[in-house]
């Protein structure tokens, strides 16, 4: 099983819906990250959070808002949507961004449709 | 840019025999080499990190090498399982923040 948790599994949702993905992990890591993975490509990162703070946005639409209330969890609000933004959505933590010896620790990903 | 490419693309072979799976990079100034196995619909689980001063790790029937300055790395498996059938990712970290640019992976078939 994997440490960290991702919720809903799977999420359809319409272009003018709102709704939120959510992530958490009782690791202890002060690092965490959100991927989008299009079928039978790589992982794209989209945000980074390092202790409670952005500090990383690859330019992602601001129809994608990300959130880190506190250290053990991470949530993607989504509003908007467009269907090219149907993808597998992976959370991930490490001890912290400034470990280079620190691996990532994926969940298993909301698989998102939008209809 | 950091580019990371994987050969070859599809692999398949069977149980038994051991295999090595290939990713290159084309700038050398990592932090370190991650792989990661992703079985379908499944997130990634990491197998071995090699931080750029290391040349190799090991875990179990596995054996990460990283060639640094011609900017490869290579993942070697020992007596291949049905078990071990999944995609095969490599990921590089430059810069700062944990940054991860992740190649294009190998699906690899173990069959009976």
């Known amino acids: 099983d994997t440490e960290v948790t991702q919720t809903p599994k799977h999420l359809v949702m319409g272009m003018t819906n709102k709704k939120s993905l959510k992530c958490e992990q009782h690791?202890?890591?002060?690092?965490m990250y959100w991927y989008k993975q299009k079928a039978k490509k790589p992982p794209e990162l989209m945000f980074v959070?390092?202790?409670?703070?952005?500090?990383i946005n690859e330019s992602v639409p601001s129809r994608f808002s990300p959130e880190c209330p506190n250290s053990s969890l991470l949530n993607l609000h989504l509003h908007a949507l467009q269907p090219e933004d149907s993808a597998l959505y992976l959370c991930a933590s490490s001890q912290s961004t400034a470990f280079y010896n620190s691996p990532l620790h994926f969940g298993n990903g909301t698989r998102l449709t939008v209809t | 840019k950091q580019e990371v490419t994987q050969i070859p693309a599809a692999l398949s072979v069977p149980e038994g025999e051991n295999l090595v799976l290939n990713c290159s990079f084309t700038?050398?100034?990592?932090?370190?080499l991650q792989w990661f196995r992703q079985d379908p619909g499944k997130g990634l689980t990491s197998l071995l990190l090699i931080q750029s001063s290391q040349r190799e790790q090991t875990s179990g029937r596995l054996n990460a090498s990283l060639d640094k300055s011609s900017g490869r790395s290579t993942l070697y498996i020992a007596a291949s399982q049905p078990g071990d059938s999944a995609t095969y990712l490599c990921?590089?970290?430059?810069?700062?923040?944990?940054?991860?640019?992740f190649g294009t992976g190998t699906r690899l078939q173990v069959t009976l």
């Open positions: 990921a590089v970290q430059t810069g700062t923040a944990s940054k991860l640019t």
């Open positions: 959070y390092s202790y409670e703070k952005l500090s």
């Open positions: 700038d050398s100034a990592i932090y370190n």
């Open positions: 690791m202890g890591h002060r690092a």
